[in-house]
């Protein structure tokens, strides 16, 4: 399969003197063969399974396994409520985490979700884009734009590494996501295309080399806590590259990167419930008590 290139797209996008967007928006509708209008209508279906993953989650619903549940409610109560002044991260960033962590919480439960990339991740998008929205009055065409900017950024690191923790570890869910809503929210708030791109770079460059460890190899412990934790460094990095910081290494190497990073990740370390916080006494603890030392997964 040939690599898709990010550089090259924005560079097309900075030549026709498009924001990235719309850039996105053109070209897709042209290789879908629909219109704009169709493209955006399409993308607020899936706004919309976002939206209510969200609102699912913050019903306090718990996991099919039972490790996770109700900490998306728990941190916008305390963010939101009485203890509000003792939060250190700020509306936003809270609301984001917030809605990231319910999302994700919404696919332990076996709710509907968008895996945007995957079901693992499927919390950062809806997180970040959501709580910019509601914070900054943003309407459903604008958002749909930006979820297609996300689609690009996912598209490319496919093509040039990998989406899944079985292949690449959690820098390639977590991390691929934290990348896509990084370039989304710049490109929703104004920034070029080539911020677009920094801001991608940042994001991923953070959560490079991080392992995938499902306790119990359940898609619950850390994926609902690290779904939060990749929603922060989205807005992280885009802020940095809406400041014009840059991130040295370009984008497109960056993804290379964690395609060689992933690649070089033991087994136990790519989904397999084996190594990292799945092989810790606490991790083995809840595998035995889900199911049973007969059915352990791990055996
Ligand atoms: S730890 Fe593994 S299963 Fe969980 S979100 Fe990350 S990549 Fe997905």
Known sequence: MEKLSL?????????????????????????????????????????????????YGLTGVRSTGGLVGGVGLQLQQYSTGDQAARSLLGPLAAKAAAYALAANEANAAMGKICAAPTAGSSGVLPGVLFAIAEDRGINQDDLSVALLVAGAIGMVIASRASLSGAEGGCQAECGSAAAMAAGAVVDLLGGSPDQVGHAAAL??????????????GLVEVPCVKRN????????????????????????????????TVGRAMNADLRETGL???????????????????KNHPLE
Not at 8 to 16: F, I, P, T, Y
Not at 18 to 38: H, K, N, V, Y
Not at 203 to 216: E, F, I, R, T, Y
């Open 275 to 293: 190594g990292g916080l799945a092989a810790t006494p606490t991790g083995l603890e809840c595998a035995e008590r889900i199911f049973g030392a």
């Open 7 to 55: 550089s090259a797209w924005l560079d097309e996008a900075n030549a026709s003197t498009l924001s990235f967007g719309r850039f996105c928006l053109q070209t897709q509708a042209l290789e879908l063969e629909l219109t704009e209008i169709e493209l955006s209508e399409r993308m607020k279906q899936t706004l919309s399974v976002m939206q209510q993953a969200i609102a």
């Open 203 to 216: 994001a991923l460059k953070n959560l490079l080399g991080l392992v995938c460890d499902p306790v119990a």
């Open 228 to 259: 939060a934790g990749a929603a922060i460094i989205a807005l992280l990095a885009a802020d940095m590259a809406l400041a014009g910081i840059k991130s040295v290494i370009p984008i497109d190497e960056v993804i290379d990167a964690m395609a």
